[in-house]
Nanobody
Framework: QVQFVESGGGLVQPGGSLRLSCTAS????????MGWYRQAPGKQREWVAT???????NYPDSVKGRFTISRDNAKNTVYLQMNNLKPEDTAVYYC????????????WGQGTQVTVSS
């Protein structure tokens, strides 16, 4: 069982930036894909970004061009650079390993809160 610790969230004004970090309890070097997800109040958790161990990335249209996912296998860490933040980006952000049919492989961590507000 791999555990994740997310950090880097906070309160930011619209148009601002944040960089989130997710550190795994074990090596992620052999994990093919890592993903970021978010859950806004009253909504279902949704996928935000994916990166493979070859560096290929994928994003939903809602964040494409604004968010950038990266990984540092040596540090067992995945990052999410978020630029031009919007109020609708307000959510708790989590990382995990994508699995079949939209599910994930491991238990969720505590996440990190991102609030975008003026």
């Amino acid at each position: 069982q791999v555990q994740f610790v997310e950090s880097g969230g906070g309160l930011v004004q619209p148009g601002g930036s944040l960089r989130l970090s997710c550190t795994a309890s074990q090596s992620i070097r052999s994990i093919y894909a890592m993903g970021w997800y978010r859950q806004a109040p009253g909504k279902q958790r949704e996928w935000v970004a994916t990166i493979t161990n070859r560096g290929s990335t994928n994003y939903p249209d809602s964040v494409k061009g604004r968010f950038t996912i990266s990984r540092d296998n040596a540090k067992n860490t995945v990052y999410l650079q978020m630029n031009n933040l919007k109020p609708e980006d307000t959510a708790v952000y989590y990382c995990n390993v994508p699995s079949l049919f939209g599910s994930v492989r491991f238990d969720w961590g505590q996440g990190t809160q991102v609030t975008v507000s003026s």
